[in-house]
C-alpha cells in the first residue's frame, strides 16, 4: 500500500480518495513520458491541497522520481535520484559482430511471424500470396520449406497452433491452414480483421476486428461467442483461459472464459499486439513494450529513444527486443529498461520478430523484412 507525504515531511495511511486506476495512470504516464523504466514504488503526496503521486522508477543506470499530478495525470517533473549502480558496474552490452544469416522469398512482401509451439526450429511468416514456412538450420541460417499460396490475397496476422497456423487476411477473413498448407476452413468477418490469437489448449480463436473481438472454434471456424461490440485491436489469452481485448484507442478489458468481466484499464496509446506470457501480459504499440500485471496496470515499459512504436516484441534470457516496422530492432535491458541500440548489421526494413531455436538448442531472433528477406541474429544473455 502506497505512503503519503506531507509537505512537512511526515506519512499518514494511504488516502481513501486514491484509486487504483489512479495510481496505474500516474505510473504509465510517468513511464511513458520517460521513454521506458521498470516502477520499483509509488507513494502519494500532498502539497498546498493538491494530490499527486511520486512514481519511482528504473531506467537503465539509474533510479528516477516522477512526479504526476493525481488529477490530470499529467508529469511535471522527472529527477534522478542517485546512480542505480555502482561505479563501473553499469550494464553495458558490446554489440558482438557476426554474420547474419540470411535467405529471402523472392516477390513476397512479409507482414507478420509466429514461432511454431511444436517445432522451435519452424517459424510461420505472413505473407502478400498466404504463409510462408521457415526452418533454422544448425548453422542458423533460416531455410524456406514451403511457401504456400491461400487464394485469399495477402494474409495480415498468423497465430502458430500445433501442426498447423491460423490468420486473418486484409480482406477482413480468418483462416486455418494444416501443416501441409491445406485450407481447413476460411470464414468472412464483419468488419476489418487485425490481430489473432489462440487459447492455451489451442481449441479456440481470438479474432480482433473494428466490431468487436469475436472467438471462434479452431478446428471448424465456427463463431462461438461475440466478445463485445466496440472495435478490437489486440487480444489474447491469458493462461487461466481470461480473454484480454485491447481497442485501437488503448482501453484493455480481461473477460472470463464465461464472458463476465474481471478486469479494466486504459494503456493511453494505440495497441498493436498483445500476448501472456508467464504472469504477465505484453502490450506491444505506439508507447513502445509494456509489461503488465493484470489487476493492476503497467509494471514496465521498453522504449528506444525517439521511437516509439513497437509491432512486434520479443522477451527473453534478460533481454527485450521490440521491433519498429521499418527501422530498427532494438534491445532493452529486462530488468532495468536500459535501451542498448539496434542490432547490429540488420538488414533494411524489418517487420516482425519471433523467437526460434537452431536443432542444438541456441536461441535466434528471426526477423522478417517487408521486402522478403528472412534474417536470423544471436540472443545476447
Do not use: N
Not at 507482414?111 to 509451439?117: E, G, K
Not at 505473407?127 to 533460416?142: E, F, K, Q
Not at 478489458?253 to 496509446?269: A, E, I, K, N, Y
Request: include cysteine; charge should be positive; hydrophobic fraction near 35%.
Amino acid at each position: 500500500m502506497p505512503e503519503t507525504s506531507t509537505p512537512s515531511g511526515t506519512t499518514r495511511p494511504h488516502s481513501p480518495g486514491t484509486t487504483a486506476p489512479d495510481i496505474a495512470r500516474a505510473i504509465d504516464s510517468a513511464l511513458r513520458e520517460a521513454g521506458g523504466g521498470r516502477v520499483a514504488g509509488v507513494r502519494t503526496t500532498y502539497a498546498y491541497g493538491t494530490r499527486g503521486y511520486l512514481v519511482q522508477f528504473i531506467r537503465g543506470d539509474w533510479l528516477c522520481t516522477a512526479s504526476v499530478d493525481a488529477a490530470t495525470g499529467k508529469v511535471t517533473s522527472i529527477i534522478d535520484d542517485s546512480g542505480l549502480l555502482p561505479a563501473g558496474q553499469q550494464l553495458r552490452h558490446r554489440a558482438r559482430r557476426s554474420p547474419t544469416p540470411t535467405v529471402r522469398l523472392p516477390l513476397r512482401t512479409l507482414r507478420d511471424a509466429a514461432a511454431a509451439p511444436d517445432d522451435p526450429a519452424i517459424a510461420y511468416l505472413a505473407t502478400d500470396a498466404g504463409v510462408a514456412v521457415v526452418r533454422l538450420t544448425g548453422t542458423a541460417r533460416p531455410v524456406v520449406e514451403d511457401d504456400y499460396v491461400t487464394g485469399l490475397g495477402p494474409t495480415r496476422r498468423i497465430v502458430a497452433l500445433p501442426g498447423g497456423v491460423a490468420g486473418t487476411t486484409t480482406d477482413g477473413r480468418a483462416f486455418r491452414l494444416d501443416r501441409d498448407g491445406r485450407l481447413l476452413w476460411q470464414v468472412v468477418l464483419p468488419a476489418t480483421a487485425h490481430t489473432v490469437a489462440a487459447d492455451p489448449t489451442a481449441t479456440r480463436l481470438l479474432v480482433a476486428t473494428g466490431t468487436g473481438a469475436r472467438e471462434l472454434a479452431a478446428d471448424t471456424g465456427s463463431l462461438l461467442d461475440l466478445c463485445g461490440t466496440t472495435p478490437a485491436h489486440a487480444v489474447a489469452y491469458l493462461p487461466d483461459g481470461d480473454r484480454l481485448v485491447a481497442g485501437p484507442r488503448g482501453d484493455l478489458s480481461v473477460t472470463r472464459p464465461d464472458g463476465s468481466p474481471h478486469w479494466t484499464t486504459d494503456l493511453g496509446d494505440r495497441p498493436w499486439t498483445a500476448w501472456a506470457q508467464g504472469t504477465r501480459v505484453y502490450v506491444a504499440g505506439e508507447g513502445g513494450l509494456k509489461e503488465i500485471a493484470v489487476g493492476h496496470g503497467v509494471v514496465a515499459r521498453w522504449s528506444a529513444p525517439a521511437r516509439r512504436a513497437a509491432r512486434t516484441a520479443v522477451v527473453t534470457g534478460g533481454t527485450v527486443y521490440t521491433c519498429e516496422p521499418g527501422a530498427s530492432v532494438t534491445r532493452h535491458d529486462y530488468a532495468t529498461a536500459g535501451h542498448h541500440g539496434s542490432l547490429p548489421d540488420l538488414p533494411a526494413h524489418p517487420q516482425a520478430i519471433c523467437l526460434l531455436h537452431t536443432p542444438a538448442g541456441h536461441p535466434r531472433l528471426l526477423t522478417a523484412h517487408r521486402d522478403g528477406l528472412i534474417s536470423t541474429h544471436p540472443v545476447h544473455p
